[in-house]
DNA sequence: GCTAGATACAACCGTATGGTTGTATAATTG
DNA sequence: CAATTATACAACCATACGGTTGTATCTAGC
């Protein structure tokens, strides 16, 4: 997943994917690379599960999938959640310290 | 910075990065390549801004970045709100459009 | 059914990436 | 300062990746 969104082009077409309808050809417009290229760009993405193709016409529009923005962004909560609890177990083990003996206290 | 996430091994440093205070010798232990590849991996995270080496002794000690991880998960928090607001637009022009005549509804 | 439109897929190419080994530099220890 | 520990860095290799072109499939419209 990180992979797929690794690449600037595939973040933009995730992007656009969001807000629009639109279909490979038309989304291949946007980028100086050929129609194949997006496509196989499209074709990561959508193996990630960040984004789905639906046959509509002859066209097959493609979708962003939200679960698959919510899946990776679990991820990075999850290690601020371990960066949080360990600064917690820091401030416990502070706190859990008995004050010491006046003289090594000061000084 | 995805790319740099887009490894596995880089994201389970981040991870020991985290609540550890290992060095990049302590941090291959854990990991079946070389010290030198390792040594690669923490230079991208560095790179990448998700984590910091420090000094200590003859070792370096490798630390997590929070604000790094929070960079990355606001980008995400960008796609996750562009959805929404997308879902919002549509939900907005289904409330904005004035119920047409009554022969345009039925049927 | 034939033609045009839109997508799929395979083969190929150059470069980036992840890995190796070997050598050099920094800091601790005796 | 010599020896050891920990890190840095360069050169090299195999493979993955982003791109290309070419051919095949599927759908729509006439």
Redesign the interface.
Known sequence: M??A??DATR?DI??RA??GEQGILELAGHYPMSFAAVQKHVAILERAGLVTKERIGRRKVVR?N?EG??M??RL??R??E??R??IG?MADLLADDAPPAQKEIDR
Do not use: C, K, N
Request: charged share 35%.
């Open positions: 990180f992979g969104l690794a973040r995730v992007r969001i807000d962003a939200l923005v919510l990776v962004r990075l909560d290690y601020e371990l960066w609890s360990r177990r």
